[in-house]
């Protein structure tokens, strides 16, 4: 069993940035994948990008690559998303997820946050 809570959304302007993050807990967490997906009004969960626990290695969809930044904090078993150079597109719900695999299909993912919104004004 693994929880995770979101936290950091809020209210961004447009070309400004924003740190979520996402606190794990739970036996064996080390052996999965944390990705990052948002979710906004009338679409399906999109897949942001992810990283493991045992190395640094992040993968970004192209959406957000050069803009957003996944790191994490072994200690704390906190996972961060960065978001730079936020844009209007990126406003939604943005959740956590686990999985024993960086799949990129928000369907096959069994552990969730509840999210956390974040709204971009112009």
């Known amino acids: 069993q693994v929880h995770l809570v979101e936290s950091g959304g809020g209210l961004v302007q447009t070309g400004g940035s924003l740190r979520l993050s996402c606190a794990a807990s739970?036996?064996?967490?080390?052996?999965?994948?944390i990705s990052w997906f948002r979710q906004a009004p009338g679409t399906e969960r999109e897949y942001v990008g992810h990283?493991?626990?045992?190395?640094?290695?992040?993968e970004y969809d192209p959406s957000v690559q050069g803009r957003f930044t996944i790191s994490k904090d072994n200690d704390k078993f906190t996972v961060f998303l960065q978001m730079n150079n936020v844009k209007p597109q990126d406003a939604a719900i943005y959740y956590c997820g686990a999985a024993l695999w960086p799949y990129k299909s928000a369907t096959i993912y069994k552990y969730w946050g509840l999210g956390t919104q974040v709204t971009v004004s112009s």
């Open positions: 739970g036996r064996g967490l080390s052996n999965y994948y």
């Open positions: 990283i493991t626990w045992g190395n640094e290695f992040a």
